[in-house]
């Protein structure tokens, strides 16, 4: 069974950095077709905001561009998300997505909560 267990988030001032983690067990990361990152804002629908391919390209949304980079480390099974200039409109809590195949259904972690104070 894959489970995502995400980490890293917490309170963070205008302009500040953090990065956040999913570790991923039941299965090996390169397994995935793609990895992504969702976030749910209070009174908001949930939304992407970055994914790591199969390539290893990393997407984004137009809001986060420039300013998030999500990367993986394969040994320790492991997908990040670097937030870096984080503004107020980040705060929200941020979710961990995968699926081995496009045929199979996403897997979700919990969430982790972030919150950018302006």
């Known amino acids: 069974q894959v489970q995502l267990v995400e980490s890293g988030g917490g309170l963070v001032q205008t302009g500040g950095s953090l990065r956040l983690s999913c570790v991923v067990s039941?299965?090996?990361?390169?397994?995935?077709?793609?990895m992504n990152w969702y976030r749910q804002a209070p009174g908001s629908q949930r939304e992407a905001v970055a994914t790591f391919t199969k390539r290893g390209l990393g997407n984004y949304t137009e809001s986060v561009r420039g300013r998030f980079t999500v990367s993986r480390d394969i040994q320790r099974n492991l997908l990040f998300l670097q937030m870096n200039d984080l503004k107020p409109e980040d705060t929200a809590t941020y979710f961990c997505n995968a699926r081995l195949n496009p045929w199979s259904d996403p897997t979700w972690g919990h969430g982790t909560p972030v919150s950018v104070d302006s």
């Open positions: 039941g299965a090996n990361i390169i397994s995935f077709g793609e």
